[in-house]
């Protein structure tokens, strides 16, 4: 399969250096999801594989069996990510129920990110965020909505090519992020090296390691 153009332009700012290398069974992911998901997501999981660009852990459709994350994939997330939608009212002027809300990305302080899936056509679906501490004092909601796929989000943030930073985090506002991923993250984890760095870490003694 040919990479999506805007992985390709994402793979200059963040290498894959540190990719994993599983496979997504895209089908049993339509299967378990009950819907296929965007060229530009499965682009991205074909050409990074599973894991993180520093905070933010882009979520596969499928648990996969790396110890004490088997429950962070799209369908375990989920649940909560309508859940917030509910309560919080979705993005003003948005018609479209919680059931319409779909997760893909987590962390950078507690940012939700996900797709709005009302077009029938997944590559269609615009990216929605829920930001923790909204959106700035003159705009304090904490849902917002953006007119481009998954990718794209993640190349304009990181090039600060937003009006503003998308999130209620910077930290890759303008700052393109490491990829690492979960399997290397466990990897260093277990030496007693930072995950996402690979540098000594002087605490890893108070991280509980499960066994694998």
Known sequence: MS?????????????????????????????????????DYRSLLDTYGVGDIDELMILPPLSVDVPDLQ???????????????????????????????LPWGSGCNANEMGWLTADAD????????WRRHGGGPANPHHWAIFDCGMVEFLNRTMRAEFDECPLSDASLWGSP????????????????????????????????????
């Open 3 to 39: 990479v999506h153009p805007g992985v390709e332009a994402l793979l200059r700012i963040v290498p894959d250096t540190h990719r994993g290398e599983e496979r997504v069974d895209w089908a049993a992911a339509r299967t378990e999801l009950g819907t296929g998901l965007p060229s």
């Open 122 to 129: 997944p590559d269609k679906w615009p990216v929605v965020v």
């Open 177 to 212: 992020g490491t990829f690492v991923s979960w399997r290397e993250q466990r990897r260093r984890l277990v030496a007693g090296l930072d995950p996402m760095t690979g540098e000594p870490d002087p605490y890893a003694d108070m991280y509980p390691i499960t066994d694998d």
């Open 71 to 101: 429950s962070w994939h799209i369908g375990a997330v989920a649940p909560g990510f309508r859940a917030l939608w509910e309560e919080g009212g979705g993005v003003p002027g948005v018609t479209e129920s919680a059931e319409a809300v």
